[in-house]
């Protein structure tokens, strides 16, 4: 199945933003959908932002839509999560993972993705 290794998170104050990077490797990065998502001290992991196949389709939590910024590059085999106008509730550890599915496909739950990455810690000060 390959593996996923996030990375870009770290300690922002409120407003700021970072970028999230996600690279994978041993499978074929094109034939897979690519998500975010994230889970705070005592929550349960939510979605956060999913790109499809070939970058034609992306979705978001109404939580982040219009603040964060999904987006691939497979000859880098990387998806990416640009994250602008930060709050203290985006404060979670964040986790990419893969879906295989149809060209135009995405998934918003968590149970549609068969690999994950081991996560990456994003805090934000208000």
């Known amino acids: 199945q390959g593996q996923l290794v996030e990375s870009g998170g770290g300690l922002v104050q409120a407003v700021g933003s970072l970028r999230l990077s996600c690279v994978a490797s041993?499978?074929?990065?094109?034939?897979?959908?690519m998500g975010w998502f994230r889970q705070a001290s005592g929550k349960e992991r939510e979605f956060v932002a999913t790109?499809?196949?070939?970058?034609?389709?992306?979705y978001y939590a109404s939580s982040v839509k219009a603040r964060f910024t999904i987006s691939r590059d497979d000859a880098k085999n990387t998806v990416y999560l640009q994250m602008n106008s930060l709050k203290a509730e985006d404060t979670a550890v964040y986790y990419c993972?893969?879906?295989?599915?149809?060209?135009?496909?995405?998934?918003?739950?968590?149970?549609?993705?068969?690999?994950w990455g081991q996560g990456t810690q994003v805090t934000v000060e208000s």
């Open positions: 993972a893969a879906a295989a599915v149809p060209v135009n496909g995405i998934r918003s739950g968590p149970d549609g993705y068969d690999s």
């Open positions: 041993g499978r074929t990065f094109s034939g897979y959908a």
């Open positions: 790109i499809s196949r070939n970058g034609g389709v992306t």
